[in-house]
């Protein structure tokens, strides 16, 4: 049911789920949002466009206007700032916030996509984007070693290797196959060298390490 709104948007869909509102918001891309006692969510840009989802935990909002729901289940779905669902719900989907997204593939492997959907990386184990915009992915045995490792936010690999618990650090210093590296992928311990070290003291001297790359 679509509703021709006055003033206030809200109003119309107010007053169909009266005693039902939970919780209201209003997205930064323009979309309101209501979240009812039943913990369904009634999403609707104007009286066009309307997305009505049930068990719904949580909403959230990419820098570019997608956004993602995800269900009690923690299955999550993405959709794009017009309201169309990029995604099916999987619990291996992501939206993180620069618009890059995660998608399943199926056979528990990975697909990432950028802001302007394009195809990043395919059969991928491991697919993640970090606060700093760089990026970082691990394929499948059979998969392109070209996408195996850190990447800038222009797609420029910074360091290639394929590990799945591959893990930066804060201060952009990393971890890979037991070594620590700097923020500007130079091996520091670890390893490589001959020095196998527990992942915690990696962690703590890593953490410990100023930012060198500018």
């Not at 520091?188 to 100023?210: A, Q, R, T």
């Amino acid at each position: 049911m679509m509703f021709k709104f006055k003033k206030d948007k809200l109003t119309g869909y107010e007053s169909v789920y009266a005693g039902k509102i939970k919780k209201r918001k209003t997205l930064k891309n323009g979309w309101h949002y209501l979240l009812l006692k039943d913990d369904s969510i009634v999403l609707f840009y104007d009286n066009l466009r309307e997305v009505i989802v049930k068990n719904v935990k949580k909403v959230f909002e990419a820098n570019d206007g997608k956004f993602m729901l995800t269900l009690k289940t923690g299955e999550k779905a993405v959709y794009d700032k017009s309201g169309k669902m990029l995604t099916l719900f999987d619990k291996q989907n992501e939206l993180f916030f620069n618009g890059w997204y995660r998608v399943a593939e199926g056979n528990g492997l990975l697909l990432l996509y950028d802001a302007s959907n394009e195809v990043v990386g395919k059969h991928l184990r491991k697919a993640e984007v970090f606060k700093d915009g760089r990026y970082y992915m691990s394929v499948e045995p059979k998969g392109e070693s070209k996408n195996a490792g850190l990447f800038t936010p222009n797609k420029t690999k910074v360091f290639s290797c394929n590990d799945s618990d591959f893990k930066l650090l804060k201060n952009g210093w990393f971890i890979s196959d037991g070594s620590l590296y700097d923020d500007t992928g130079t091996f520091f311990i670890g390893k490589e060298d001959g020095i196998e070290l527990p992942l915690v003291y990696l962690i703590f001297i890593g953490f410990l390490m100023p930012k060198i790359r500018l």
